[in-house]
Nanobody
């Protein structure tokens, strides 16, 4: 089992920055990947960024270089540096992780979600 705690959202003016954090606890060694999703009102949840257990990162096109997951982190925690925020970035951002049975003591694959943190970008 894995628990995720995400935080760091808030209200920021367009062009500003926020830094989100996600802390994982439990069987974190079983995690294959972590990442961030976001969901705005009336829209589907969308993937923003991921980082795999080997620290490979991927980003959605709409990030356009503005958001990064710093790689200098322990496996059980990630941050999300969001720069040059736009009003369209307003959404609930949720940390996500998935596990697989990569070790004998790992349970079957699972999906885990943080509680979500609100990011609001004002004009």
């Amino acid at each position: 089992q894995v628990q995720l705690a995400d935080s760091g959202g808030g209200l920021v003016q367009a062009g500003g920055s926020l830094r989100l954090s996600c802390v994982a606890s439990g069987d974190t060694i079983c995690l294959a990947a972590m990442g961030w999703y976001r969901q705005a009102p009336g829209k589907e949840r969308e993937l923003v960024a991921t980082i795999t257990s080997d620290r490979t990162t991927t980003y959605a096109d709409f990030v356009a270089g503005r958001f990064t997951i710093p790689k200098a982190h322990a496996q059980q925690q990630i941050s999300f540096q969001m720069n040059n925020l736009k009003q369209a970035d307003t959404a609930v951002y949720s940390c996500h992780a998935n596990s697989d049975p990569r070790y004998y003591f790992c349970a079957g694959g699972g999906d885990y979600w943080g509680q979500g943190t609100q990011v609001t970008v004002s004009s």
